[in-house]
């Protein structure tokens, strides 16, 4: 029995999605188109419930761009179904194509023609057919998405002391006493040995100003300090969880920086 492969087309332009889904209907009539996605953030809603074999994302979209939808994904994906393979398509993102090149991930290039569409098809078409086995999607979008990570930003000047706001009084907490700093909608919750404040600053600011001796980044929304990390441990499926002394909540590491604490 032939198992049916689904897929997932990310595109804010109707036209362009309706061209590829097209074009991948002519050159693999048996391929289930089951959506399409007009920004990252709707890509990822949709991925989360169709839970498709294969995700076309486009680069650059308004609200989330792919490469944040992906890594979004990483970090979301639920459930024993395998992780989708994720083919990326840029218009001229020479970098990311660079990249792509030396990683498993596929990608298409904008227009899209044939001649490379047939390419990923039939490798896809081996990457979905065989028995592979669960999470050799993740695996290929993590080592790609690393790949993809920016650079590190020249040193800051180290950040000694934050400046939060509680209520409406601001506190000085001095940073080794924060335990770990979480993006919220507008703010960045710093969770601190004495309790949790609220700062405007986000975490890509934040970042290099911070020891990276002492503190790293876990996820798209979590720096931690290491200091007050006590142990960390994995669910049966492999995700990585750490514990913090003197606190009940945990925090989950993104697959793209579980390799940071494989020591642990």
Known sequence: MTTTIRALIAEDEPILAATLAATLRRLWPELDIAGTAPNGVAAVQ??????????????????????????????????????????????????????????????????????????TVERLKALTVRDAPAGDGLAQLVEQMRALLPAAAAPAERLTVIRAAVGNMIRMIPVQDVVYFQ??????????????????????????????????????????????????????????????????????????????????
Do not use: C
């Open 46 to 119: 949709q991925a989360l419930e169709l839970q498709p074999d294969i995700l076309f994302l486009d680069i650059k979209m308004p609200g989330q761009t792919g490469l944040e939808a992906a890594q979004e994904l990483t970090e979301r994906w639920e459930g024993t179904r395998p992780f989708p393979h994720i083919v990326f398509v840029t218009a001229y993102d020479d970098y990311a194509v660079q990249a792509f090149e030396q990683a498993a991930v596929d990608y298409v290039m904008k227009p899209v023609s044939d001649t490379r569409l047939a390419r």
């Open 183 to 264: 993006a919220l909608d507008k703010y960045v919750n710093v969770a601190g040995s004495a309790g949790d404040a609220l700062i405007r600053l986000s975490l890509k600011d934040l970042l290099p100003q911070l020891d990276p001796d002492q503190f790293r980044q876990i996820s798209r929304g979590a720096i931690v300090n290491m200091r007050h990390v006590t142990s960390a441990s994995r669910d049966d499926a492999g995700k990585l969880t750490l514990h913090l002394r003197n606190r009940t909540d945990k925090l989950r590491v993104s697959p793209l920086f579980a390799h940071l604490f494989r020591q642990m």
